[in-house]
């Protein structure tokens, strides 16, 4: 009876696998943001045995997962907040307990949507850092939820060591095959583990008949078979492998076509945000911008939002970015220095610039056009607006960098039914540091 249960549940399992898969990020303002972050702070709230209850500070990355069910992946910061765990407030009750005195923490949690309004937590991890003492990490899986899993977790390793080594033996091809990309995985708790594995596979130049198994010395082989195997397998409490099945595609490697590399002579193309070449690009077209412009400050580019080269008798640039207000003033300064902040309250400008470069002449030719933007000041939020503002960053990678939205919390919703007051509003916003 109980293998009976495990094979019907990896059964569940490698079906809501074999549902095509989308990862992406999501913006502050999407309003399930707000509930997955809140099931998952009052997951956490909930088991804490003595003490205050967390106060959620900034949600700093969200994946969204969406296939037969919807996963957000959170990574949030939270502050200890002043309403003990047994007051019967939840945490949007609470303000932060004071800085010198207060816990704070980071979690990382994965939270399935179901039913369309239902939120629930498949798993989490908090490292907590207490004002004084170490750092307490708490950990929750939710026994028998279907959850996805890093492509690149350990964990999976021995399972598609066995998978690989199944196809082998397995399958007539006159050749063995190697791993070649694990595409999606999804794991689920029971009296062990179920795993659901989609990966793909290539052939190598390793024939069976004289390799008995897959070796460091067996390489892919160019033009060769290639296939896709969605797999279930439940593992045991002694890690091992109880239970196998594997479904794979092969397709012969003359059927596939490989498309001609795409040669465009004089066609514009993306360029690393942090090229030395935009870098100089960059200076040009700020200072053109302090030149043309009649404001009383110099302004400073903020944020790089897109950068796109072209080779012609020299080198174009095109770029748009955000240039932000300074307080340096042109009559107190010559020109735009690092020493000059950006002004808060103060204007902030849209820009797309074109900068072509001749550099055997020494001659640059740029031009600049902006829009205003609103007076850039952190304001509270009406009612019904997102509980989140956006604080833009970067984030490094692979030689690229990639602009992520920060989501700030802005402070606990008002009461329904009451509006705040205009000449009140600086005292009751709390605006996060």
Known sequence: MKLITILFLCSRLLASLSQESV?????????????????????????????????????????????????????????????????????????????????????TATVGKRESTKFSVATQICQIIPA???????????????????????????????????????????????????????????????????????????????????????????????????????????????????????????DLVKPHPKICPGCPFEIPLDSPDLAEALTHSITKLNAENNETFYFKIDTVKSASAQVVAGKKFFIEFTARETTCSKEDNTELTESCEIKNPGQSLSCNAEVYMRPWEQKVYPTINCQVLEMTLLKKRPPGFSPFREVPGVKKGGGTIRHLMSCEYMGRPPKTGTEPKPESEAESSRLAQ
């Not at 990020?25 to 997955?36: Q, R, T, W």
């Not at 008949?209 to 593992?235: H, I, N, R």
């Open 132 to 254: 004084k003492g170490p750092v307490v990490t708490a950990q929750y899986t939710c026994l028998g939820c279907v959850h996805p899993i890093s492509t690149e977790s350990p964990d999976l390793e021995p399972v598609l060591k066995h998978a690989i080594q199944h196809f082998n033996n397995n399958t007539k091809h006159s050749h063995l095959f190697a791993l070649g990309e694990v595409k999606r995985a999804q794991r689920q708790v029971v009296a062990g583990w179920n795993y659901g594995i989609t990966y793909s596979i290539v052939q190598t130049d390793c024939l069976k008949k004289d390799f008995l198994l897959l070796t460091p010395d067996c390489k892919s082989l160019s033009g060769g078979d290639v296939g896709e195997c969605t797999d279930s397998a439940y593992v045991d409490p002694q890690l091992r492998i109880a239970s196998f099945s594997q479904n794979c595609n092969i397709h012969s490697g003359k």
């Open 23 to 107: 990862t992406e990020e999501i913006d502050c303002d999407d309003e399930d943001v707000f509930k997955a972050v809140d099931a998952a702070l009052k997951n956490y709230n909930n088991r804490i045995q003595s003490g205050n209850q967390f106060v959620l500070y900034r949600v700093t990355e969200v994946n969204k997962t969406v296939g037969s069910e919807t996963f957000y992946s959170l990574k949030y910061q939270t502050k200890e907040g002043d309403c003990p765990v047994q007051s019967g407030k939840t945490w949007q009750d609470c303000d932060y307990k004071g800085a010198e005195e207060a816990a704070r923490g980071e979690c």
